[in-house]
């Protein structure tokens, strides 16, 4: 029997008012492997995690509409397992305590360098239960998942950072049906105009990229059905 499954182990929410700034983290998370769907409002953040499962999410504690502490309790008390990782300008130990204490798993302050944030998060997804291991194998393929190298046999394989994307969401799924709705939702943001041949042309990409490295695993269609990695 096929497991077919959407799949998005790397999809975060960012509920940050500064748009220069949010634009900055979807754009630089992005290039770690993330899936960032920004919202200015605790309000609008709150309704999309009641609709979309998050593997974890940003919040910044000066928002325009609610105080972050009493999102994150609102948050701790609908879904006590999601992730949350408080980032904000307000450097005093009260206000850290204060947002651990309301169920914060970690905190960042501003100004943050992109590459901290996004190990934190990696950090955070990587505890018991989540769904993100550092390194990913199947056949001779190796994906270090914070350097975004993926290898066959020591020596490495050039992908764009959507291709190795893509390539950890089918790793992460080996040899489950992962569907077309799946992968969009896991490599482009809610607010991201996606062609309609957009996935079949980066699969086609990272298939014949594992083919010419004798990756000793690859990439199945399954018309109308989804894509599999299979070793």
């Known amino acids: 029997m096929l497991d077919i499954r959407g799949g998005h182990p790397m999809r975060i929410a960012l509920i940050e008012d500064h748009d220069r700034l949010a634009t900055s983290i979807v754009d630089g998370l992005a290039g770690f492997g993330f899936g960032v769907d920004a919202f200015v409002t605790a309000a609008d953040g709150i309704n999309a995690t009641r609709t979309i499962v998050y593997d974890g999410i940003v919040l910044d504690l000066?928002?325009?509409?609610?105080?972050?502490?009493?999102?994150?309790?609102?948050?701790?008390?609908?879904?006590?397992?999601?992730?949350?990782?408080?980032?904000?300008?307000?450097?005093?130990?009260?206000?850290?305590?204060?947002?651990?204490?309301?169920?914060?798993?970690?905190?960042?302050?501003?100004?943050?360098?992109?590459?901290?944030?996004?190990?934190?998060?990696?950090?955070?997804?990587?505890?018991?239960?989540?769904?993100?291991?550092?390194?990913?194998?199947?056949?001779?393929?190796?994906?270090?998942?914070?350097?975004?190298?993926?290898?066959?046999?020591?020596?490495?394989?050039?992908?764009?950072?959507?291709?190795?994307?893509?390539?950890e969401l089918l790793m992460r799924r080996e040899g489950q049906v992962i569907s077309k709705a799946g992968l969009e939702e896991g490599l482009y943001g809610l607010n991201t105009d996606v062609s309609a041949n957009a996935i079949e042309v980066l699969i086609s990409r990272v298939r014949r990229r594992l083919e010419t490295a004798d990756a000793g695993c690859s990439i199945y269609t399954l018309y109308g059905i989804g894509y599999l990695l299979k070793e």
């Open 62 to 167: 000066g928002l325009p509409d609610r105080d972050g502490v009493d999102v994150l309790r609102e948050l701790r008390d609908r879904d006590g397992g999601t992730p949350v990782l408080i980032l904000t300008a307000r450097d005093g130990i009260d206000d850290r305590v204060a947002g651990l204490d309301a169920g914060a798993d970690d905190y960042v302050l501003k100004p943050f360098a992109m590459k901290e944030l996004a190990a934190r998060l990696r950090a955070l997804l990587r505890r018991p239960g989540r769904a993100l291991g550092a390194v990913l194998k199947v056949g001779k393929l190796r994906l270090d998942v914070a350097s975004r190298q993926a290898s066959v046999n020591g020596t490495d394989i050039r992908f764009s950072a959507r291709e190795v994307a893509a390539l």
